[in-house]
């Protein structure tokens, strides 16, 4: 059973946005000096999701690959920056932008096309419709996790340099010696995704379920579709996150089983 889809108003938005203005208020009242980045942050939100929305419009409207690949490598290039953005050690050169661009392209991009080709298949399989918004998820997603890997991994070994060197002149291979911290940053890297699997439901209610509901699907198809996407959501987080924290691991050592800090940046640049 679908349901006619409930249309918002301008002014039902205005009303929602009254309560970052409480949120102002509280800011102003303890002090907090977040009433400007509250300010800056919805107004780009808001800017951003209606520029989003006609392009996308614009889209689905003239069905064509060339502009949907267009978009694809734009949002690749943003999620590539953002990666690079919240490491705290990053490797120096084009390394840490070239690992995490390939690693969650490779990741999102293999999920996506799987998903298109044999759950949804839509007609054209390259659908903007489709494919747009599910590469967005995985791409989201799959950014998180190989961001948290990387900062993981390179912050502890940065930071326990002495216990990897250890094992290396005991005659240990790199990849032994480093296990204890491919191991903690891909838990680090997969908590997120777990966690969200795990209270789904019964905690709260995904979002894409809850859009769907809203705009009139029948609830148990909207779990379908939600169970889809969180199965592509965790492939997608892995795929990225290993091939990340494995090939970044690689980089920061040689073929002489060295470890090569040398080959991060500088933290005070």
């Known amino acids: ?33 977040l009433t400007k980045s509250i300010a800056i942050a919805a107004t780009r939100m808001v800017v951003q999701l209606l520029l989003v929305g006609m392009v996308l419009k614009y889209l689905f409207a003239v069905e064509s690959p060339w502009l949907t690949l267009g978009v694809v ?10 990666i690079m953005n919240r490491q705290d050690r990053k490797l ?10 390939t690693t969650m392209t490779f990741a999102a991009v293999s999920v996506t096309v799987l998903a298109l080709a044999t759950q949804l298949r839509p007609d054209p399989w390259w659908d903007a419709r489709y494919a747009i918004p599910l590469l967005g998820m995985m791409l989201g997603n799959a950014m998180t996790g190989i961001s948290l890997g990387l900062n993981n991994l390179l912050t502890a070994v940065t930071r326990d340099r002495w216990a990897v060197e250890a094992q290396i002149a005991l005659g240990h291979r790199r990849e032994i010696a480093l296990r204890p911290f491919l191991r903690r940053a891909l838990r680090n890297a997969l908590t997120p995704s777990i966690n969200s699997m795990s209270a789904s439901g019964l905690v709260f209610l995904p979002g894409m379920m809850t859009g769907q509901i809203l705009a009139g699907l029948d609830p148990v198809e909207a779990v379908k579709y939600q ?3 969180m199965f592509l959501i965790g492939g997608a987080t892995g795929i990225g996150a290993g091939t990340a924290v494995y090939a970044a691991a690689w980089r920061i050592t040689d073929t002489r089983h060295r470890l ?8 005070d640049q």
């Open 92 to 101: 120096s050169g084009l390394w840490s932008y070239g690992i995490g661009v």
């Open 227 to 229: 169970l889809l996407v």
């Open 1 to 33: 059973m679908t349901e006619q889809a409930l249309h918002l108003a301008p002014f039902d938005l205005a009303l929602a946005a009254l309560l970052l203005v409480i949120n102002g208020g509280l800011s102003i009242w303890l002090g907090l000096g």
């Open 73 to 82: 490598l734009l949002m690749v290039c943003f999620a590539g920056y953002e």
């Open 260 to 267: 090569r800090l040398d080959r991060l940046e500088d933290p």
